[in-house]
C-alpha cells in the first residue's frame, strides 16, 4: 500500500507539472499572437478604440523606450488621442528636447492634449508645448523657460587643505569648469555660449507651439514661475481645467467620444508584458509545488 501511494503522489506531481507547462506554452502563444494583431491594430472587439494616457512625472531624462512607445501609437489605429498628464519640475535639455520631438510627430497622426497637474515647469513645459492644446490648473506652477548650468568654486579650499590637482588637456577649455581652480573668463564665455543656444532652442519649441512672436516669448522666458492662472493670461496655456476638460475637447473639436476608455501608456510591448507575467505565474506555480503551501506562502510575505 506504501509503494502505491507513492506512486500515486508522483504521478499526480507529474500531471499538474505537465498542466502548468501547458499553460505556460498556451500564454506565450497567445501573447505572440496579441502582439501581431496588436501592431496592425485588427484587434478584435476594439473598433471603437481608446484614449491613451501618458504620466509625465518627477525628472525628466531621455527615454528610448518612452520615444519608441510614442512611436508605436502613432501606427495604432485603436489609438483615438492621447493625454499628456504632467507633474514634473523638469529635467535635462536633451530629455525635453527627445520627449518635445516624439510627441510632435505623434502630433502629426492623432490629437495630442496636455493635462498640467501641480507643476510642469522648465522641460516640463517643454513637454507641454509639444500638445495641440494646453489646460492647467489655477494654481499649476509652470513657465520657467531658461536654461541652468551651475558649478562650485571649491578651489580655495581645497588648497587650503593642501589638495591640488592636475590636469593635461588638449587645449584650454577641455578643463572648463574645473573644481580645482576658478572658472576662466574664456571657459565662462564658452559655456554661456552652449547655455544661450540652448535657450534660444527652448524659445524657438514654444514659438512654435504656442504660435507667439518671438518677441512676446522672450519677454516671459527669463525663468519665471507662473501660476496656471497667469500662464493663461500670458498665453502660455489654452485653458483652466483637467482631464475632463481635456476629455471634453477632444469630443467637442476632434470627434473623439467622452466615454472611450482611457489606458494608460505602457512602455513595454504587450508580448514582453503578457511574457513577463507568465513566468511569474509560473515561477510561483513551481515554488508551491516544490515547497508546498508554507513554501508559497513564504513568497507572497517577500519584498516585491
Do not use: C
Not at 109 to 118: D, F, L, Q, S
Not at 124 to 141: N, Q
Not at 228 to 246: N, S, T
Amino acid at each position: 500500500m506504501g509503494l502505491e501511494t507513492d506512486l500515486l503522489i508522483d504521478r499526480r506531481r507529474l500531471k499538474r507539472r505537465l498542466a502548468l507547462w501547458r499553460g505556460f506554452a498556451l500564454l506565450l502563444v497567445l501573447g505572440v499572437a496579441l502582439a501581431w494583431f496588436g501592431r496592425s491594430g485588427n484587434l478584435p472587439g476594439l473598433g471603437a478604440g481608446h484614449v491613451e494616457r501618458l504620466t509625465v512625472q518627477g525628472f525628466i531624462s531621455d527615454d528610448r523606450k518612452l520615444q519608441e512607445a510614442l512611436d508605436r501609437l502613432g501606427r495604432d489605429a485603436r489609438v483615438r488621442a492621447l493625454i499628456v498628464a504632467i507633474d514634473s519640475p523638469g529635467g535635462t535639455v536633451g530629455g525635453g528636447e527627445a520627449l518635445h520631438a516624439a510627441l510632435t510627430r505623434l502630433r502629426a497622426a492623432k490629437p495630442v492634449v496636455a493635462v498640467m497637474r501641480g507643476t510642469a515647469a522648465s522641460a516640463g513645459y517643454m513637454t507641454a508645448v509639444a500638445a495641440e492644446r494646453i489646460f492647467a490648473r489655477e494654481s499649476t506652477l509652470t513657465g520657467s523657460i531658461g536654461v541652468i548650468l551651475q558649478t562650485i568654486d571649491p578651489s580655495e579650499l581645497l588648497g587650503r587643505l593642501g589638495v591640488r590637482g592636475e590636469a593635461l588637456v588638449s587645449g584650454p577649455l577641455k578643463d572648463q569648469p574645473n573644481p580645482f581652480h576658478p572658472l576662466s573668463e574664456e571657459g565662462r564665455a564658452a559655456l554661456q555660449g552652449v547655455v544661450g543656444d540652448m535657450y534660444a532652442q527652448f524659445v524657438e519649441k514654444v514659438v512654435a507651439g504656442r504660435h507667439m512672436p518671438a518677441e512676446r516669448v522672450r519677454a516671459l522666458a527669463d525663468g519665471r514661475v507662473l501660476t496656471g492662472r497667469q500662464a493663461l493670461e500670458a498665453g502660455l496655456v489654452d485653458a483652466i481645467g483637467g482631464e475632463a476638460e481635456a476629455r471634453a475637447w477632444l469630443a467637442a473639436e476632434k470627434g473623439v467620444p467622452a466615454d472611450l476608455p482611457v489606458q494608460d501608456l505602457e512602455t513595454r510591448g504587450m508580448a514582453e508584458r503578457l511574457v513577463g507575467s507568465a513566468f511569474g505565474g509560473f515561477a510561483k506555480s513551481l515554488i508551491s509545488e516544490w515547497l508546498g503551501v508554507d513554501g508559497l506562502g513564504l513568497l507572497w510575505q517577500l519584498p516585491r
